[in-house]
């Protein structure tokens, strides 16, 4: 049997996190298998699905590399099939046109609560419509006897009791499908033979296997991933920050760190942190995910995506650094300092965790003249250090190399020149090149700098 996935998100807002993992979990589970991964955008709530949060998905998945083998389905345009199998349910007699009033259907449920048991509607046995073209929904004929079993591939064996299953509606008084009818529908036209999704469905692999059952269709294997909870063990909400996997894009992490990170999100496997995807692909399984929700851990991610930040590319980071340091920092580089930025991407890249990050670690780069000095590199510009600056400014003046090794014994011998150790040099010479702002060792930051430009700033302060 060859393995389909997919991953079938409501349009209604941002691609969450979750969600996203979700979808790499369908992914993994397809590739490593040879198999397929699907998407399916479940659009049937017309009031509040919109085509922003439809390109917010795909956006999501694209920037992830999760992509599907075919093109997306949109539910709400399979509505005449999900029509078309309701019909053939009554003609089977294992669905049926169900004529209460809404009062009737409060009234119906709540002696069925007093009694114990699931709604029945007086209809599943035949009972005649009230009148001719009486407004009705199509319910499914539930079972009354024996159990519902989902063999859970994370959760374990689920058993319900069928007495305990409602006669669900699979079509409104509309003629619009359900999504308990129309998930069905769709997963067993589209091949799916494993459902992984997030187990607050849990409870709807009991009502969805009866329709399976109804119709005689094979019932995919059921695989419910645990939800994801902020660091504090709370369902994950507005209050603990980025939700949306766009918003740690925005953050400055990678794809590929995201990835590994959400890979290991509730999946293990031995001790092993850094996973390449080819690696997760052949490694993932459904036996090894935990039944525990996860927590979201940013000292993690951000140790991860460190990671992979020194493995880029550098000509990579300098267009990402750049675009989120237009965008978010308001950058405008001239052309001597976007080549200072890309010259600088190989040594700043060790020293950052993200994106913004390395924006920050970069600014020091593309400051304007006169530099505007923090309080703490005002306090060591003193008389006496700026005099010493001047004399250091000569000196660095007439070097004929501009090399960081080159302008290390430089420095190095300048201190032993005025007798004094570094202690007394570094600081004013870090705030006359900086301001304050973050920088790399002193011999590194003159080199970035280049010349003419570290000249000029230290004699701006001296």
């Known amino acids: 049997m060859s393995v389909v996935t997919r991953f079938a998100p409501s349009p209604t807002g941002f691609l969450h996190i979750g969600g996203a993992r979700t979808a790499l979990f369908n992914w993994l589970y397809a590739r490593g298998r040879g198999g397929k991964f699907l998407l399916r955008i479940e659009d049937t709530d017309r009031a509040r699905s919109t085509d922003a949060a439809i390109d917010a998905i795909i956006d999501g998945m694209s920037w992830l590399g ?5 093109p997306p389905i949109f539910q709400f345009a399979r509505a005449p099939r999900h029509q078309a199998v309701a019909a053939e349910m009554i003609a089977r007699g294992t669905a049926f046109r169900c004529y209460l009033t809404p009062d009737e259907v409060e009234a119906e449920r709540a002696a069925a609560q007093n009694e114990g048991r699931a709604f029945r509607s007086p209809y599943r046995d035949g009972k005649p419509a009230p009148f001719a073209d009486a407004p009705h929904v199509v319910r499914l004929r539930a079972p009354d006897t024996g159990e519902i079993v989902n063999e859970d591939l994370v959760q374990g064996a689920v058993r319900v009791a069928a007495r305990d299953v409602d006669d669900l509606v699979l079509l409104r008084a509309d003629g619009t499908p359900t999504y308990m009818h129309a998930v069905v529908v769709d997963d067993h036209d589209m091949g799916v033979t494993h459902v992984i999704r997030g ?4 409870t709807n ?13 094979a019932i995919p294997a059921f695989a419910h991933v645990p939800m994801i909870h902020g660091p504090d063990g709370a369902k994950l909400s507005k209050r603990h920050g980025a939700q949306a996997i766009q918003d740690f894009r925005d953050m400055g992490y990678l794809p590929e760190a995201m990835r590994n990170y959400l890979i290991r999100l509730g999946w293990s496997h031995g001790d092993d942190e850094i996973i390449s995807m080819d690696d997760a692909a052949r490694w993932f399984d459904l036996a090894h995910v935990g039944k525990s929700p996860s927590r979201l851990d940013f000292a993690k991610l951000a140790f991860v995506n460190a990671h992979y930040m020194k493995a880029a590319e550098d000509g990579r980071l300098y267009d990402l650094v750049r675009a989120f340091g237009d965008a978010q920092r308001g950058w405008t580089l001239s052309d001597e300092e976007a080549a200072r930025v890309r010259a600088a991407m ?11 990050e390395l924006a920050d670690q970069a600014a020091f780069l593309i400051v304007r ?3 505007a000095l923090d309080d703490k590199a005002k306090s060591v510009l003193k008389d006496e250090t700026i005099e010493r600056l001047r004399r250091l ?9 501009w090399t960081e090794p080159d302008l290390a014994a430089l420095v190095k011998a300048f201190a032993a020149d005025e007798g004094v150790g570094m202690g007394q040099i570094g600081p004013a010479l870090r705030a006359a090149l900086t301001g304050g702002a973050p920088a790399p060792d002193l011999p590194q930051t003159l080199a970035l ?14």
């Open 199 to 202: 187990d607050d469905h849990l």
């Open 205 to 217: 692999a009991a009502r969805q296997i009866p329709i399976y059952q109804a119709m005689g269709w």
């Open 369 to 371: 003249r006169p530099l």
């Open 346 to 356: 190989p040594i700043l890249k060790t020293r950052a965790k993200t994106i913004a």
């Open 66 to 70: 999760l992509t599907a083998d075919e």
């Open 449 to 462: 700098l280049g010349k003419s430009e570290a000249l000029g700033r230290i004699a701006d302060v001296t």
């Open 393 to 401: 400014h000569a000196r660095l003046a007439a070097a004929s190399a």
